[in-house]
């Protein structure tokens, strides 16, 4: 069954420091999404991407987050100067369709700033 | 925003028995509730999900209940077994794409 990866499953970086985090996603699929997971606590939503162009964004995904597809595979998340509140699991889900169409997570990509 | 609330935050039951989870949410306009089951570490699994123009829907042990008029759905799982101990999260869509969770509930099935 195909699966969405995610690169690195850990990454440790210094406050202040620029971050990029790798998702492939499902290769039929047309909408990608970012969310992140705070340790114990609920998923939350950050961005949706469709079309090369951000669709949907949360008060989250404020100018120090930027998202992009590259190529025909790859999507990434950018954190430029991170934050201590900024550690947290970060997940990469995609779908075939957008509105009540499942979405598939990947295994996540755990962001520890020190 | 569409807002979901969760309950139990925490469910033991006794393998066999039966497990429910609520959620209720604030838009009328969502119109997908998909159910996320995660284990210790690993990714959301979607387990199963509802559409607002279905009422249930069943999937072997488990069961997602809709009532679009009190805005809030169940979901059942039957006969319970101790692989089913996970936190397993309620989700409804906020007029598009974007998912909006609930705080999660840590389900405990003991043998």
């Not at chain 1, 620029?18 to 609920?42: A, T």
């Not at chain 2, 925003?1 to 033991?12: A, D, I, R």
């Amino acid at each position: 069954e195909p699966e969405v990866t995610q690169t690195p499953s850990h990454q440790v970086t210094q406050m202040g420091q620029e971050v990029i985090l790798r998702c492939v996603p499902i290769s039929n699929h047309l909408y990608f999404y970012w969310y992140r997971q705070i340790l114990g606590q609920k998923v939350e939503f950050l961005v949706s991407f469709y079309n090369n162009e951000i669709s949907e964004k949360s008060e989250i995904f404020d100018d120090q987050f930027s998202v992009e597809r590259p190529d025909g595979s790859n999507f990434t998340l950018k954190i430029r100067s991170t934050k201590l509140e900024d550690s947290a699991m970060y997940f990469c889900a995609s779908s075939v369709g957008g509105v009540d169409q499942p979405q598939h997570f990947g295994d996540g990509t755990r962001l520890s700033i020190l | 925003g569409e807002n979901v609330e969760q309950h139990p935050s925490t469910l033991s039951v006794q393998e066999g028995d039966s497990a429910v989870i609520k959620c209720t949410y604030s838009d009328s306009a969502s119109n997908y509730f998909p159910w996320y089951k995660q284990e210790l570490g690993k990714r959301p699994q979607l387990i199963i999900d509802i559409r607002s123009n279905v009422g249930e829907k069943k999937d072997q042990r488990i069961a997602v209940t809709l009532n679009k008029t009190a805005k809030h759905f169940s979901l059942h799982i039957t006969e319970t077994q101790p692989e089913d101990s996970a936190v397993y999260f309620c989700a409804a869509n906020q007029a598009g794409t974007a998912l909006i969770f609930g705080k999660g509930t840590t389900l405990s099935v003991s043998s």
